[in-house]
Structure formats: C-alpha cells, structure tokens
C-alpha cells in the first residue's frame, strides 16, 4: 500500500512560482513512477509531468515544458513539481499519484489533491 499526500499549492500572480510536493510513503520512492496530473473545473483530468521509476528519467505535457520541472528527492520520499512562469490556465486542482511499472497509463495510488490558483 502506498499513501500519498501533496502540498504547496496556493495563490499566485500570472509568472510567478509555486513549488508542489508529494510525500510517498508505503514504498521506497525510486521503485516508483511518479506522476502529476491536474483538472480545472468542467475538465478532464490531463498529464502533466512524470518521474519514471528507476534512475528517474522525467516526461512532460507539451503545455508544461520549459515551465515546470520534476524532480524526486529520494532520502526524503519526495516528488516535487516546480512551477515557474505560471499562467492563469495552469489554474487547477493538481494530483500526484504513483504506480510501481516504468510503462502504461494505469495509476494504483493517487493522493487529495492541492489547489493551485493563478491569477492574471
């Protein structure tokens, strides 16, 4: 079983930053694929970014790239998501959840969810 808990959302200015973080516990961090996702009200849920399990090779959504950045701190069962250069269309609730394969879509463990609010 693994549990996953996220936070540092909150409210920013249009090209600020927010840092989001995932604490993973139940499993050793580098056995698994950890993944970001988000949905804005009357949305669908989409990808943003992803650390594959491993040594840790990362993947982004298209809207992201150069913008945030994923990275995993393995001694403190960590996942973090950098956001910089915030748009108000990055409004949304953002999800971590975690599965223990390199491939596929199918997530086992997702946390609450953390509210990140952009304002222009």
């Known amino acids: 079983q693994v549990q996953l808990v996220e936070s540092g959302g909150g409210r920013v200015q249009a090209g600020g930053s927010l840092r989001l973080a995932c604490a993973a516990s139940?499993?050793?961090?580098?056995?698994?694929?950890v993944g970001w996702f988000r949905q804005a009200p009357g949305e669908e849920r989409e990808f943003v970014a992803k650390v594959i399990r491993g040594v840790g090779n990362t993947d982004y959504a298209d809207a992201v790239k150069g913008r945030f950045t994923i990275s995993r701190d393995n001694a403190e069962n960590t996942v973090f998501l950098q956001m910089d250069s915030l748009k108000p269309e990055d409004t949304a609730v953002y999800y971590c959840a975690a599965r223990a394969t390199a491939s596929g879509d199918q997530y086992d463990y997702w946390g609450k969810g953390t509210q990140v609010t952009v304002s222009s």
């Open positions: 139940g499993r050793t961090l580098w056995r698994l694929t």
